[in-house]
């Protein structure tokens, strides 16, 4: 999927800004016709990109799940002879269905992932359109993040797992239309994907072109151009600079790769660019090699939350989060727990990250799986790779966090056969790059998912949920862990480990939720980590305090970040920087 561009050829326009919203608990909406537009007196102003929790708090909508219409209008400009215009929505949680000038235009498809709308027949080029998103943040009963509600909790008898909202993570669900939507105009007879296929000597291109078509491929950067030409609808261009610069988070050295099409009469018809990198990430043994050399993981699971945005994209906390990043060592993240803003990657290509690239699929119960849960889960992940699969700084795809959570024995029974139909689906999608997924201690460290997996990623918190700051006895445990999950000889992460801390809270013994033991919990787990020789690296949880839905367990927030949830540092945080920076 071609990101909205601004070249000779396309152009992209953000509706950024305030647009309105009314809430429809009875579903109710379109029977009153809202479909077609807002009336101003029934409607409340609210910032987009943004969640509408925190921005509408005192409205009473805090906690509010289910639909919501949101409505803005913008014009259209004329169109180019042989432009289409499409809308481009970045993501809307968790489903969107779109009406233009009110008639259907078309719905999202996996929650948290880019998708289209066409104007083509719903709107003239040269006028007004108005534009109406029915958003839902109530998950799917089938999706790869099941549905929860209030009654699943009683009839599960899960009462004391009951959260408000109802969800099953933790984090909150926030709802809204959380990364921009672009108006895009570009040539119908245009690029509409491309593939890269990138190691440390070449870039390869390949995309399909239409009769009489030519493409001219070029990588620019460090004062040298490279060309090369092909044709027809399987075309593919090989580039290999030279002398080679290479891309990693020490060096994100990135070239400029332009693809120019051209009719058979050299007219430009269309044009795409974008950043890339050489380099290569493999797993080899119990290692993982990163441009050939063995390379430690250090880094964090993190979250897209901040105070007021929610989950709405927030550029500024983007741009400080990645200076905290390097300012602690990370070379690494998870895109806990579902795909990220394509903005964050930029970044991440940018500035020198490594990232496992994850599915919005959590705590799956094979209680409750079925073949529509699996269709759903393979469809998400077809979508997370035609997203981001030409992305340097993307290392791994990680399908799944933390299944089979509840110890259901339907995990052991049931999910050999889903893990195989899932990874081979994504193998199939993109052979270049390692399969993960996140296991949790209750699925065993002998989880089913493991056998398909490349890279074996570990979500561990003895000495906090259990071990209560005994640091002894949880390092015991861990290497124990390690020592079993070490026998299916690949790599192992840990991809979760940490303790919550109340900034501020000290002790001068290890005592739960104080700044001194979320610091000494995660240098001994670091210790433990670069001891054990299958163990590849290591991401706290979590990179800064998050809000979750309401729970007894939870202080607001998830306090387990090394910085607040305004991105102070916490002792751990000076830690951590200690341990991962040379100049400490
Ligand atoms: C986990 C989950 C993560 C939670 C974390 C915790 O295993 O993957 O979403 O926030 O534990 O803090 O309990």
Redesign the pocket.
């Known amino acids: 999927m071609i990101r909205p561009l601004d070249n000779a050829c396309r152009s992209s326009r953000d509706l950024s800004g305030v647009w309105h919203i009314a809430f429809d608990p009875d579903e109710n909406g379109e029977a009153q016709g809202w479909h077609q537009g807002l009336a101003r007196e029934s409607a409340l102003p609210i910032a987009i990109p943004g969640s509408w929790n925190e921005q509408l708090a005192e409205a009473g909508y805090m906690n509010y799940v289910g639909s919501a219409w949101l409505e803005v209008r913008f014009w259209l400009p004329p169109l180019a002879p042989g432009d289409e215009a499409v809308l481009r929505f970045g993501s809307v949680d968790y489903h969107a269905d779109v009406w233009i000038n009110g008639q259907p235009a078309g719905r999202s498809g996996a929650a948290m992932l880019p998708f289209e709308v066409p104007l083509d027949g719903l709107a003239d080029p040269g006028s007004e359109v108005t534009l109406v998103v029915r958003v839902s943040n109530l998950l799917p009963v089938d999706g790869p993040t099941q549905r929860v509600t209030q009654s699943d909790y009683i009839t599960e008898g899960r009462y004391r797992d009951e959260y408000l909202p109802a969800v099953r993570?933790?984090?909150f669900p926030y709802g809204g239309i959380n990364r921009p939507v672009h108006l895009v105009t570009r040539p119908r007879a245009g690029l509409r994907d491309y593939r890269l296929t990138i190691d440390t000597e070449t870039i390869k291109v390949h995309c399909a072109l239409h009769e009489g078509q030519r493409l001219v491929a070029s990588l620019s950067g460090f004062g040298g151009t490279w060309r090369g030409e092909a044709e027809g609808p399987d075309a593919a261009v090989r580039l290999a600079p030279d002398p080679a610069r290479l891309w990693s988070p020490e060096e994100p050295n990135l070239y400029t790769l332009q693809l120019d099409v051209h009719a058979a009469d050299a007219t430009l018809i269309d044009r795409v660019t974008q950043r890339v990198g050489l380099r290569s990430f493999a797993v080899d043994g119990t290692q993982v090699l990163l441009n050939g050399a063995p390379y430690t993981l250090q880094g964090f699971?993190k979250h897209e939350d901040s105070p007021i945005h929610g989950r709405g994209l927030n550029p500024p906390q983007m741009i400080k989060d990645f200076r905290l990043l390097k300012w602690c060592g990370a070379n690494s993240v998870r895109t806990?727990?579902y795909p990220y803003a394509e903005e964050f990657l930029d970044l991440a290509d940018e500035l020198g990250l490594l990232v496992i690239d994850e599915v919005f699929s959590?705590?799956l119960d094979f209680r409750k799986v079925n073949a529509a849960t699996l269709a759903a889960h393979k469809q998400a992940v077809a979508e997370l790779i035609a997203r981001d699969v030409n992305r340097t700084c993307v290392i791994a795809w990680s399908l799944s966090?933390?299944p089979g959570?509840l110890a259901e024995s339907d995990y052991r029974t049931h999910s050999p056969a889903y893990w195989r139909e899932l990874f081979g689906h994504a193998r199939s999608l993109d052979p270049s790059r390692p399969l993960t997924h996140?296991n949790?201690g209750y699925a065993g460290n002998d989880d089913p998912a493991f056998a398909e997996a490349d890279l074996l990623m570990i979500?561990r918190?003895h000495g906090?949920?259990s071990e209560p700051a005994q640091l002894d006895r949880a390092v015991a445990r861990l290497n124990a862990d390690f020592d079993a999950i070490a026998a299916h000889g690949k790599p192992i992460l840990v991809a979760?480990f940490?303790a919550?801390a109340l900034a501020g809270q000290h002790a001068s013994y290890d005592q739960l939720f104080t700044e001194e033991y979320q610091a000494r919990f995660i240098r001994a787990y670091w210790q433990a980590i670069t001891a054990h020789p299958a163990v590849v690296g290591g991401h706290i949880?979590?990179f800064a305090d998050?809000r979750?839905a309401q729970h007894g367990?939870r202080v607001v927030h998830?306090l387990?970040g090394v910085f607040t949830r305004t991105r102070e540092p916490k002792m751990a945080a000076w830690a951590v920087r200690e341990l991962w920076c040379d100049e400490g």
């Open positions: 993570f933790d984090f699971g806990s727990h959590i705590n966090n933390e959570y996140a949790v979500n918190y906090w949920y979760e940490g919550d949880w979590a998050f979750t367990r998830n387990k």
